[in-house]
């Protein structure tokens, strides 16, 4: 662990540095170590942050805008149709896998490069207890990208502002996958199997 509290950066060209220094890291601090297991590179966290900076400037330009030529109540409007939209995306955060969380991110990142928005569900009765070890959260990683890639040749080109959903249910833990505004769910997973491979 470093001085500052984060932890201390392995040789990735000393594989067995990186190893040693993980398994340090592992007995010292297991969510420290656990993140790091498939934390991403720093140039994507980057283009992220840069991403959601300039979707708050465009909010609050919006809005001054709306103001500056006596729109008020369309400001208003404007903002809890906002708040409403931060509220939903939020939702990722009862998902309660770290890792899982910023692979979910990324992929978001990267599907509205191609216009596409990544929406996630996550229902009251989801559990992150069973995916809190590494390779849990590696195979729902894996799973979530899967079901991504599985849908994407199913979207509709003549949609404006195409969104996939994915949604987490529970206690027993399942996650469906479809197109927003379309009534059928294209694809689900059952993700039981998922954590019968890591059992002992």
Not at 42 to 48: F, G, N, P, S
Request: glycine content about 8%; some cysteine; hydrophobic content about 40%.
């Amino acid at each position: 662990m470093a001085e500052n509290g984060l932890p201390a950066a392995t040789d990735r060209h000393n594989p067995a540095e990186g190893s040693l220094a993980q398994s340090a890291a592992t007995a010292a601090d297991p969510a420290g170590a656990h993140f790091a297991g498939f934390s991403p590179d720093t140039a994507e966290w980057v283009e992220l942050w840069r991403e959601l900076r300039h979707d708050f400037i465009n909010h609050l330009q919006t809005i001054l805008g709306y103001i500056q030529v006596g729109r008020g109540e369309r400001s208003l409007e404007y903002l809890r149709e906002v708040a409403l939209r931060l509220q939903e995306d939020g939702g990722i955060m009862r998902l309660g896998v770290l890792p899982v969380i910023a692979h979910l991110l990324l992929r978001g990142q990267d599907l509205r490069e191609r216009a596409v928005d990544l929406r996630i569900g996550v229902d009251q009765a989801w559990n992150p207890e069973p995916w809190q070890e590494e390779n849990c959260a590696r195979r729902l990683a894996s799973a979530a990208s899967g079901m991504i890639e599985a849908l994407l040749p199913s979207q509709d080109p003549s949609e404006e502002e195409p969104a996939l959903c994915l949604r987490f249910r529970g206690p027993d833990p399942v996650f469906e996958g479809c197109w927003l505004g379309r009534d059928e769910t294209l694809k689900t997973v059952d993700l039981v199997s998922l954590l019968q491979e890591g059992a002992p």
